[in-house]
C-alpha cells in the first residue's frame, strides 16, 4: 500500500507524534499537516476545532489519497473524533485511546492523573474513556495552559520551567498518581522537569509513543502497512509561516525539515 498516512495537528506540537510514528515505522510515508495559521485549538470551541478538523481531513483525503489519518492534536482528538469517525471510511486514530490503553496496562492503575489544554480537560473525553477502561479508578484532571507557549518559546529546562511545572503540577506532587498522562502535543518536551517534580513513582505517559503503537498495529491488521523496499519520507504542509514552523518544529521533531510548503484549504 503506498498511500502515505496523514497526520495533523494545529501547528508545531504534533511534531512530537510525527517524531514518534517515523520512528515506529520508517518505512511508511507521511503527510504532516499543521494548522499554523489557526492555532491555537485549546481555547476553542468544539463546533469550531471539529469544523477545522473536518476542513484539514477533507484536504489530506482528497489532495494526498491517505490510508489513515492520525489526529496528533490531543484536543482535536478530545473534540472532534467520534464525528470524524462517523464521516470517513479510513481508519482514524486519536490520542486519547492509545493513553487511556497504557494505562490500564500498567500494573498501577489504581489512580490516574492527566494534563491538557482546558478544551481537552474540558471536554472530559479523558475522564469518560478511562472510567470504561478501568472501573474504579480516580482520575485527576488539569489544565495547564501555560506549558504551550513556555515550549515554543524553548523554554522547557532550568528555573522557569521548574517553576511553572510547580506552579500547575504542586497537587501531583503532594498526591501522587499512578501514572499521569500527557495530554497534549507539547507536554513531552517538558518530561524532564515533570519528572524532576514528580520523581521515578509516577509513570509518565506520551500520547505519540502510545499513538505510534497503535498505528503499527492498526496497519497490519488492516493490510495497509507498506511493504516495499522504498525507504520513508515525510511532507510538511503548513496553512501559515513555513520558516517559523521550521525553526520552531526542530525541537518537537528532532532533526531538520527541508521543505515545508505553505498551502491554503
Ligand atoms: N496541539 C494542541 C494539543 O495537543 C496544543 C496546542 C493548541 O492549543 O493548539 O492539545
Known amino acids: 500500500m503506498d498511500r502515505p498516512i496523514g497526520v495533523f495537528d494545529s501547528g508545531v506540537g504534533g511534531l512530537t507524534v510525527l517524531r514518534e510514528l517515523v520512528r515506529t515505522l520508517p518505512q511508511e510515508r507521511f503527510v504532516y499537516f499543521g494548522d499554523t495559521a489557526r492555532v491555537p485549538y485549546g481555547t476553542k470551541s468544539r463546533e469550531t476545532v471539529t469544523r477545522y478538523a473536518i476542513e484539514i481531513a477533507n484536504h489530506l483525503i482528497v489532495r494526498h489519497d491517505i490510508k489513515m489519518l492520525v489526529v496528533a492534536c490531543n484536543t482535536a482528538s478530545s473534540l472532534s473524533l467520534p464525528v470524524l469517525r462517523k464521516i470517513y471510511k479510513i481508519p482514524v486514530v486519536g490520542m486519547v485511546d492509545p493513553c487511556v490503553r497504557r494505562a490500564a496496562a500498567l500494573q498501577r492503575h489504581a489512580s490516574i492523573g492527566v494534563i491538557g489544554t482546558s478544551g481537552t480537560i474540558r471536554s472530559g473525553a479523558y475522564d469518560e474513556a478511562l472510567k470504561v477502561a478501568i472501573p474504579g479508578a480516580a482520575v485527576r484532571s488539569l489544565a ?60 509518565l505517559i506520551d500520547s505519540g509513543e502510545e499513538a505510534a503503537h497503535v498505528v503499527d498495529i492498526l496497519l497490519s491488521e488492516s493490510d495497509l502497512k507498506w511493504r516495499g523496499e522504498r525507504g520513508g519520507e515525510v511532507r510538511f504542509l503548513v496553512t501559515d509561516d513555513p520558516e517559523r514552523f521550521a525553526a520552531v518544529g526542530e525541537r518537537f521533531y528532532g532533526g531538520r525539515m527541508e521543505t515545508v510548503e505553505r498551502i491554503a484549504l
Open 144 to 203: 495547564c495552559p501555560l506549558f504551550v507557549s513556555l515550549v515554543e518559546e524553548g523554554i522547557t529546562a532550568g528555573v522557569i520551567a521548574q517553576a511553572v511545572v510547580t506552579e500547575y503540577l504542586e497537587p501531583f506532587r503532594r498526591q501522587p498518581p499512578d501514572s499521569l498522562i500527557l495530554g497534549c502535543t507539547h507536554y513531552p518536551v517538558l518530561k524532564e522537569p515533570i519528572r524532576e517534580l514528580l520523581g521515578d513513582g509516577v509513570t
